[in-house]
């Protein structure tokens, strides 16, 4: 079973107030992070017949771009550590919608890769992790939550730009589209202006002012060497000798490899089964407004006492639960199908966002999950950046579209029943662990104490007359033996 909820912050968060206003500019960012890339598959086909590419090099437009994302982790992270979550969000607004500005002029698929992909995703980067790292500094009892509410702007984003992007398309074709999605995207500099600096509940000193934790930047005269410690922190290997992290990344590679494959290519599989474009479309706005709902429900859900200290388990349910969906879309043909299909993909995969950052703070802690969650992205951008693409492929080889969702299905199941064993063996381990150390503790005070027992004899002997007569005897031998040699040589003198 999971421990508590870990408080290393040093004070304790007042699970409310500005928090929320900070978790709605939270929404709008996360929001724009994860349904930016999964909206952009609108415009996929358009831009293949303009710019002459295939499925596999469309879908690694989304795909680079949720990879820069999650690569741009430990930057982001160093970034907020230094600067703070409020500039570091407005940055990351002002980079990603400027791309999608230039992009829109773009002659060629790898201008596309460039802007869209790494400097639009580099962008995203620094909104997704300023925007996790205040809400754990935020909250505590009420985390879970908090986080969900904030991961549930994905599904709310995608719900709405799933319909508008199909909207732009007709009306500006794609190149418009991507400059008023740029504009759109620019709101995130508003969503960083809300996330004020962190300041501890404590009561006022006549001394100085109430100082701000982790949000409060640093000096500017910082030394070259510090700032080069701070960027090894974020990219601190010592998380691979705990088996909680290592079990928790295994399995969150193999969720993240077969995730974003069936969002991209929801919309043309069910064009290729006869469906209309925007009814196609609006299977992602459908999808959307499930997961929309699903997400803080999960968060509430989680932060009960039956479920809190099981969040590693309801995890792996999410993720069996969410693989499990797309083992059996292959086998539904009718609109009305893919409606259910889309209703339980949202259900599922809400699930498994509102936990997916929960769950590696219940394992690090606070003050350890900015660190942990740059390592956690910077690794995860494989997988992401090889999902899609081979989903992609598998279209482009056999021409059907029911092999990429046996792959996704099957690596993501896999990855759900893979931590759900492991976090049994896990759990047990640390019970024996705990076990061992509660016996050595207490072996140590064993002997601790038998040693200070015998101490307190030895003392208690050195103070009786036994033990003074004992000290005595040998003296008054050598003073018996330093009195007979004289005697003796006076017997051997003649008289």
Not at 190 to 216: D, Y
Not at 285 to 314: E, H, N
Request: charged share 15%; proline share 5%; aromatic share 12%.
């Amino acid at each position: 079973m999971s421990p508590g909820p870990a408080d290393d912050l040093g004070y304790k968060p007042l699970d409310g107030g500005w928090g929320w206003v900070v978790v709605f500019g939270a929404h709008i960012s996360i929001g724009f992070a994860y349904s930016t890339s999964k909206a952009l598959s609108i415009f996929f086909k358009a831009i293949q017949d303009d710019l002459g590419a295939s499925y596999s090099e469309a879908a690694w437009i989304s795909s680079i771009m949720l990879a820069a994302m999650y690569a741009g982790g430990p930057v982001s992270s160093v970034l907020v550590d230094r600067f703070g979550s409020r500039p570091v969000v407005i940055v990351g607004g002002l980079l990603c919608g400027v791309s999608m500005a230039i992009a829109s002029v773009g002659s060629s698929i790898i201008y596309i890769y460039f802007f869209i992909g790494i400097i639009g995703g580099f962008g995203l980067a620094l909104n997704l992790n300023a925007s996790l790292t205040i809400i754990s500094k935020y909250f505590l009892v009420k985390r879970p939550l908090a986080n969900g509410l904030a991961m549930a702007g994905s599904p709310v984003f995608l719900c709405l730009l799933a319909p508008l992007n199909q909207f732009l398309l007709d009306s500006f074709g794609w190149r418009g589209s991507l400059l008023i999605l740029g504009g759109l995207i620019l709101n995130c500099c508003v969503a960083g202006a809300l996330m004020r600096p962190v300041i501890p509940p404590s009561k006022p000193s006549s001394g100085s002012p109430q100082k701000m934790v982790e949000e409060q930047p640093k000096k500017r005269k910082t030394k070259l060497k510090e700032s080069c410690m701070k960027t090894a922190k974020f990219l601190d290997l010592s998380f691979f000798k705990d088996r909680g992290f290592v079990i928790y990344l295994i399995g969150n590679m193999m969720f993240i490899f077969g995730a974003y494959g069936p969002i991209v290519f929801l919309s043309a599989y069910a064009i290729d089964q006869g469906v209309e474009e925007y009814s196609a479309a609006y299977l992602l706005t459908i999808m959307g407004f499930v997961d929309m709902i699903v997400r803080p429900g999960t968060g509430l859900v989680a932060s009960s006492k039956w479920i809190r200290p099981r969040i590693q388990y309801f995890f792996s349910f999410a993720m069996v639960f969410n693989g499990t969906c797309h083992l059996l879309c292959p086998l539904l043909k009718s609109y009305v199908l893919l409606v259910v299909y889309a209703v339980f993909f949202g259900i599922s995969f809400g699930m498994v966002f509102a936990l997916i950052f929960e769950c590696l703070m219940d394992l690090m802690g606070s003050q350890r999950f900015p660190s942990a969650v740059g390592l956690v992205t910077i690794i995860e951008c494989i997988p992401m950046l090889l999902g899609p693409p081979a989903a992609g492929l598998l279209v482009d080889i056999f021409d059907d579209y029911k092999y990429l969702f046996f792959m996704c299905g099957s690596v993501i199941t896999a990855g759900g029943l893979f931590l759900f064993v492991m976090n049994i063996y896990n759990y047990h381990m640390l019970e024996k662990e705990k076990e061992k150390e509660a016996k050595d503790t207490l072996q140590n005070q064993k002997t601790v104490e038998t040693q200070g027992q015998a101490g307190v004899l030895e003392a208690e002997m050195k103070h009786t007359p036994e033990a003074a007569l004992e000290r005595t005897e040998p003296e008054a031998k050598d003073k018996n033996g330093a009195q007979r040699a004289p005697r003796q040589e006076d017997a051997e003198t003649p008289n």
